[in-house]
């Protein structure tokens, strides 16, 4: 049974830490920006929610209401920052790495903006389905319906983006204005825009992980919540066991990494919980440097 329930704990936060994975390829594949920011722009859509479920009583409308909040948030912070970084610093010492810094020095930016409009305090966000765990034969199991819900939604908001990403003219639009930009503006695409949509769902995935991550915590919200550093810190270290180009490696990475470390916990020591994660990381770089799902670069003569 404790084998069972560590499975079950694992296979929960491997869902969290895929989706804001997720969110981290979509801006990486658009951009080529790794968005450290994530974390905060989820935090701030999830305030959003926060203010949909008080005032609308409903969860289910609260979630979408985040989305679109995350994804606005998102495509601002593209247009008004990263487009403009991204084009000067386009050479130079400091050449694609701005952007990047610039990520970092927005996540305080976002916090301190959370705590002087809805301030310090824990806020509560009851999730939309219990979660209390399943009970069979008298015993009651970790996993609970709301856990059932996130790995659902996981499972089909990967299938979607993925379709998007490889059977739609859009995806193709999206791959091409990051691999190739100029040879994208050639063929007619407008890259800029292009590459805030790829910033908006990417903002939208991240909204969706911060409302889940809340709710199936404690259920309470607040600017230095170390649940969404830690998220951050997963989903990125998810998405790059992932190999950082593939939304499946993405889920796949955050779900490794959720059973790797819930198994660490329960069977070596539970000291290890900010260890575990990087060694896992490390492990698999010595392995496989391009990731689970990542392709080989070509060697350059």
């Not at 069972?4 to 594949?29: C, D, E, P, Q």
């Not at 305030?47 to 008080?54: D, Q």
């Not at 059973?259 to 698999?284: N, Q």
């Amino acid at each position: 049974m404790d084998l069972l329930n560590t499975f079950l704990i694992g296979i929960t936060a491997g869902t969290i830490y895929a989706l804001m994975a997720i969110s981290m390829v979509l801006v990486w594949r658009s951009t080529r920006v790794v968005n450290f920011a994530q974390a905060g722009m989820a935090l701030l859509s999830t305030y959003f929610g926060y203010e949909a479920v008080s005032r609308l009583g409903s969860f289910w409308i609260a979630l979408p209401v985040a989305m679109i909040g995350g994804a606005l948030v998102a495509a601002l912070v593209e247009i008004i920052l990263i487009r403009l970084l991204v084009k000067h610093s386009s050479s130079g010492p400091i050449a694609g790495v701005a952007p990047i810094i610039a990520t970092l020095g927005l996540l305080g930016v976002i916090r301190s903006i959370s705590a002087m409009i809805w301030g310090g305090q824990d806020l509560r966000i009851v999730g939309p389905i219990s979660n209390d765990g399943f009970t069979i034969n008298g015993t009651t199991l970790v996993f609970s319906p709301l856990k059932l819900l996130i790995l659902v939604t996981v499972l089909v908001l990967m299938l979607i983006l993925s379709i998007v990403f490889q059977k739609t003219n859009i995806g193709l639009a999206l791959r091409a204005s990051a691999y190739a930009p100029e040879i994208a503006r050639l063929s007619g695409i407008k890259v800029d825009w292009v590459r805030t949509l790829g910033w908006a769902l990417a903002g939208a995935a991240g909204a969706v992980a911060g409302m889940f991550q809340t709710v199936n915590g404690n259920g309470t919200l607040s600017p230095d919540s170390i649940e969404f550093s830690l998220l951050l810190v997963s989903g990125f270290i998810a998405a790059v066991i992932g190999g950082l180009d593939s939304l499946i490696g993405a889920v796949i990475g955050g779900l490794v990494l959720g059973l790797m470390i819930a198994f660490v916990l329960m069977y070596v020591s539970s000291g290890l919980f900010f260890i575990a994660p990087f060694v896992i990381l490390l492990t698999v770089l010595f392995i496989r440097p391009q990731g689970i799902f990542g392709a080989k670069a070509a060697r350059r003569a």
